[in-house]
């Protein structure tokens, strides 16, 4: 098992007259009112919903997504070694394949690795489970060669199965949380927000330093969910406009490779990974292909673009202007890379023109492989892509295809008995009378078979 520590920092007063002498002027193209306030930081107190019909605007998803960033991100109340993420008790961790996220014996501590109880001093030991990236399982390694780990978590009420599987859509508030970590140097965590972890088996903890984070959250006016991410600053350069590289290189591109961008060097090989079940491997060479996920052809992609990096320039400020002890002064470091979501949620995701935002989104250290999005392609490789938002069919029923995590957690605490449901006539009456037989039982597992022809059919229930 996996020992976790965190680092104990005392939370100090902010002051909110110095952080507002960070707030940058509005760049053209950007509406004025798109501003970002002290009060994230030092207060946060993230919206319930973004503005919907005449109210909304590109800048309010914006400011949605960086309030509820810097909301996680917050040391808890209940608990100041962790911040809110953290707290297993309202957002528990998925765990391995076939286990209970949801069980009340679930580990609450980050498990990068798994191992078994070893029988002799010579049995091996056993490799993380979580280094391969959605979508493929691709793994990178940074440049000291080290493998990168991921961690996901959600909001604790998609563990009542049958009560999210009797609506179409998740409730309001659903929020799904995605984390990537690489092995920093003891000289590297002022930079960080860092957690310390047994990795490699071998008495003493690692330190590993976050690198990636996705905030997925369900309103009730977009019940597709906003879907943002956030990297450190450090990781990789824009492939097409290499911005300076950092003072101690950037973590995932060679200063040989960075140094031939925009020119992609076939060398270097940019982009490329592959799966490996090692914990040390080639350093992956990475760059970010769509600055802020967006192409300014984009449907108003110019505005998306200058909207972010404005943002991101006024909180960067608001958290520079802190105290270098105060806990929240890390992310500084750290960047929204941008957020898609639906125009009109009565249409499914798969029509492209009714996206917005960052439509070319991708996690350069989460998702590596597929930033290449190609929006005219029968497959478009952004977050809806591998999400598909249905609207003439329920999104919670399982396999539905827009929480992938939701099925995990079904299928993990799910025990199936049969029981009877009447007669079932096809795979659409099912998905009516199942859930409904299912709905005080645990939720159903997506199974049903027919007993009795004309008579009775019967459905997997999963708390019997």
């Known amino acids: 098992m996996v020992r976790l520590r965190k680092s104990a920092q005392s939370l100090l007063l902010l002051s909110l007259s110095l952080l507002a002498l960070f707030a940058p002027p509005a760049l053209a193209g950007v509406p004025a009112t798109c501003n970002a306030d002290a009060s994230w930081v030092s207060a946060p107190n993230p919206p319930g919903e973004v503005p919907d019909g005449a109210n909304a605007n590109f800048c309010s998803f914006y400011q949605f997504s960086w309030q509820w960033f810097l909301d996680l991100v917050s040391p808890s109340s209940s608990d100041a070694s962790l911040r809110n993420f953290q707290v297993a008790a309202n957002y528990p961790i998925l765990q391995a394949t076939g286990s209970d996220s949801c069980a009340a014996n679930a580990p609450t501590e980050?498990?990068?690795?798994?191992?078994?109880?070893?029988?002799?001093?010579?049995?091996?030991?056993?490799?993380?489970?979580?280094?391969g990236q959605a979508g493929g399982g691709d793994t990178i390694f940074d440049q000291s060669k080290n493998v990168v780990f991921y961690d996901i978590r959600f909001s604790r009420n998609l563990c009542n199965v049958g009560a999210i599987q009797s609506a179409p859509n998740f409730p309001g508030g659903t929020t799904e949380l995605k984390s990537a970590w690489r092995i920093i140097s003891e000289a590297q965590k002022p930079s960080y927000f860092w957690i310390e972890a047994n990795i490699d088996g071998v008495p003493g903890d690692e330190l590993l330093g976050m690198i990636g984070f996705?905030?997925?959250?369900?309103?009730?006016?977009h019940p597709e969910f906003i879907w943002a991410t956030f990297e450190h600053r450090s990781n990789v350069p824009d492939c097409s406009a290499p911005q300076a590289a950092p003072a101690s290189g950037w973590s995932f591109t060679s200063a040989s490779c960075a140094g031939q961008l925009p020119t992609q060097a076939p060398s270097c090989n940019f982009n490329v990974a592959a799966p490996s079940s090692s914990l040390t491997g080639t350093p992956s060479e990475i760059c970010r292909i769509n600055h802020d996920g967006s192409n300014p052809s984009d449907h108003k992609g110019v505005e998306n673009i200058a909207i972010i990096d404005n943002l991101n320039t006024q909180v960067q400020g608001f958290l520079?202007?802190?105290?270098?002890?105060?806990?929240?002064?890390v992310w500084q470091n750290y960047m929204n890379v941008g957020a898609i979501w639906e125009n009109d949620i009565t249409q499914p995701s798969s029509n492209i023109s009714n996206q917005r935002g960052s439509m070319r989104l991708a996690n350069s250290v989460m998702e590596t492989t597929f930033q290449n999005i190609n929006l005219q392609s029968s497959f478009v490789s952004n977050c809806f892509g591998c999400h598909n938002y249905e609207v003439t069919q329920s999104n919670t029923l399982p396999s539905a295809g827009l929480s992938?995590?939701?099925?995990?957690?079904?299928?993990?605490q799910c025990k199936a008995t049969d029981v009877q449901a009447g007669p079932i006539w096809n795979n659409t009456d099912a998905q009516q009378k199942c859930v409904q037989t299912c709905k005080g039982k645990g939720g159903w597992n997506g199974n049903w078979t027919t007993t009795v022809p004309?008579?009775?059919?019967?459905?997997?229930?999963?708390?019997g």
């Open 110 to 131: 980050v498990m990068f690795v798994r191992t078994e109880k070893t029988k002799d001093a010579s049995t091996p030991f056993t490799v993380p489970e979580r280094t």
């Open 320 to 329: 520079a202007a802190l105290p270098a002890d105060n806990p929240m002064s």
């Open 404 to 412: 992938h995590i939701f099925d995990d957690v079904m299928q993990g």
């Open 214 to 221: 996705h905030v997925v959250i369900a309103t009730p006016l």
């Open 454 to 463: 004309g008579q009775m059919s019967v459905c997997g229930c999963c708390g």
